[in-house]
């Protein structure tokens, strides 16, 4: 179909409140997925350092504003090898 998505991920708590989840990490993870382009995954540096060890491979893509939220955030595209 030609479609090209993009993600954004974050981690952080959330409140659930019967199906849905809101707080401050859904937010985040919404503004870092507009700093997305097509067929790309962007995580903040806080899931960067979660997963360290892990093998996942990440590009640099330096500090950003995220809309809404404060400071600046250090932001990196999730790079793959084409494996699932």
């Known amino acids: 179909m030609g479609i090209k998505v993009r993600s954004g991920v974050h981690t952080g708590e959330v409140e659930a409140t019967g199906s849905q989840i809101r707080g401050i990490a859904v937010h985040?993870?919404?503004r870092v997925m507009a700093?997305?382009?097509?067929g790309e995954v962007v995580a903040s540096g806080t899931v960067k350092d979660l997963v360290a060890g892990s093998g996942i491979a990440f590009e640099d893509r330096g500090s950003h504003s995220l809309q809404g939220i404060?400071?600046?955030w250090r932001l990196y595209k999730v790079e793959h090898?084409?494996?699932v």
């Open 35 to 38: 700093k997305a382009g097509p």
């Open 70 to 72: 404060a400071g600046e």
């Open 28 to 30: 985040i993870a919404a």
């Open 81 to 83: 090898d084409g494996r």
